[in-house]
């Protein structure tokens, strides 16, 4: 079997063993949840509910609030009891506050949409916008959006990244065994939608369960195939991943849409496949909890705005005091001071570490060993962006391209210094952006 990659990258301990082989289950009814109005990248939702207001599962409580915006939708039924500002993983957002009734009263408006056959690529789009859904990988690129691109690209193929090359994560790969169909038929509506007829399906060589299932549920599909990949981070990055199973190179500072591409996520084509069978929006993921203080990590259907702490509990609690919570994958995730935000569209992941894992080693001077370039999938110079960057000298640190870097964080994995390479490119392409935007 033919293994395809990229150039560069790194192979931190998988950790997957925790939760690759859990099935799926039903998190507990959450009695509260607080759904924030912005779960994706773009414009944050207007309410258009209020406080008092009966609400029933996937009825809209937030209306977008631009073209780059994402509807959200309640995942219970119950008693709107506030709507005000309260921490999320991506700082304070407005959010709908609502009291559970015990019910999961569905509201009228959810009902199936029709099938894929019979749908238009129009028609599907727009069940795709009206149902909140998103990038589920962790980047929540509003997906209606990413479906639109310009007259003037011409996208020939649509690959799913089944990488899911962070260590721990096993979300996807769970969907991938449990529901094969369900997200082939995800992929045949975004191509659809595109009016594509080569689609990919990539997964890593870590995964061999989920590449025979997969196989198995495509060998019918003559525009579908499947691509072996080697284990590898961060082979699931739009870019790297494009390169491995298409070999188009995707030029610096360009989308993959310049080369005829469009990339989604497993759990994304999941939903949009259940929006249209069911009518369901996006009121509910699958999220990885794990990590070595965890009693008893899983895999579990989450409803968005289950405060984490609950999934805590039924994952048995915690060993010992947490050191650090990452929101996420260890390499891409955030950290987060509390175990009490909720579950977003985004959270494929919660990861509880002790102090000792937590820890940041204290950097120490850089041995130009020249490790971080060898292993940069955008194959640029960490060492030069953040040592100019550190000096203050953003002007020297943008002629290395700082602009490309996808935040990756292989560089500072690498570091035999442990020096801050990623966190300083943050900081030079936060300048970059301001000075741009001036």
């Known amino acids: 079997m033919k293994v395809f990659s990229f150039k560069g990258g790194i192979h931190p301990p998988e950790r997957k063993d925790y939760t690759a082989h859990l099935a799926l289950e039903k998190a507990k009814e959450p009695e509260i949840v607080e759904i924030p109005l912005q779960q994706h990248i773009g ?6 509910v209020k406080v008092g207001d009966l609400v029933k599962v996937g009825e809209k409580i937030g209306e977008a609030g631009g073209f780059v915006s994402a509807p959200v939708h309640a ?15 991506n700082g304070e957002v407005l959010t709908v506050v609502i009291v559970s009734d015990g019910k999961n009263e569905v509201h009228e408006s959810v009902n199936k949409k029709g099938s894929i056959e019979n749908l238009s690529g129009d028609e599907i789009k727009e069940i795709i916008k009206e149902a909140g859904i998103v990038g589920m990988g962790g980047a929540t690129f509003p997906t209606h959006v990413k479906l639109s691109p310009p007259p003037d690209k011409a996208i020939d193929t649509v690959i799913l990244n089944g990488a899911e090359c962070e260590p721990y994560l096993t979300a996807d790969h769970r969907l991938m065994v449990e529901h094969p169909n369900e997200v082939v038929g995800g992929l045949k ?16 060589n870590n995964k061999p369960d ?7 549920s495509v060998e019918n599909e003559e525009n579908i195939q499947i691509v072996v990949l ?3 981070y961060p082979q699931g990055a739009e870019k790297q991943l494009i390169d491995a199973c298409t070999g188009r190179i995707v030029p610096s500072g360009a989308l993959p849409m310049e080369v005829g591409v469009v990339v989604n996520n497993i759990g994304t084509a999941y939903q949009i496949h259940q929006s249209i069978e069911t009518g369901m929006p996006l009121i509910e993921r699958v999220t990885t909890l794990s990590g070595g203080i965890l ?3 899983k895999n579990l259907w989450v409803k968005i705005g289950t405060p984490v702490n609950e999934l805590v509990e039924q994952c048995g609690g915690l060993k010992e005091p947490a050191g650090k919570i990452i929101m996420g994958g260890p390499m891409m995730g955030m950290a987060v001071s509390t175990d009490k935000l909720p579950i977003t569209k985004g959270s494929s992941g919660v990861l509880f570490f002790n102090r000792e894992e937590g820890t940041i080693p204290e950097p120490e001077n850089c041995i130009r060993c020249s490790a971080c370039v060898d292993i940069c999938p955008v194959y640029l110079q960490p060492l030069y962006i953040s040592a100019y960057t550190l000096v203050d000298n953003i002007d020297m640190a943008e002629k290395f391209y700082p602009m490309d870097c996808i935040e990756c964080g292989s560089c500072s994995y690498i570091c035999p210094s442990k020096r801050p390479l990623l966190q300083s490119i943050r900081i030079a392409k936060g300048e970059i952006q301001a000075r741009n935007r001036k």
């Open 75 to 89: 995942s219970v039924s119950g008693t709107v009891r506030e709507i005000a500002m309260k921490p999320a993983a």
């Open 189 to 204: 509506a975004i191509m659809k939608v595109l009016n594509v007829t080569t689609g990919y399906i990539g997964i890593e």
């Open 295 to 297: 009693q008893s990590p």
């Open 210 to 216: 989920a590449i025979e299932i997969m196989q198995k």
């Open 43 to 48: 414009a944050p939702c207007n309410a258009v």
């Open 230 to 232: 080697q284990t590898k």
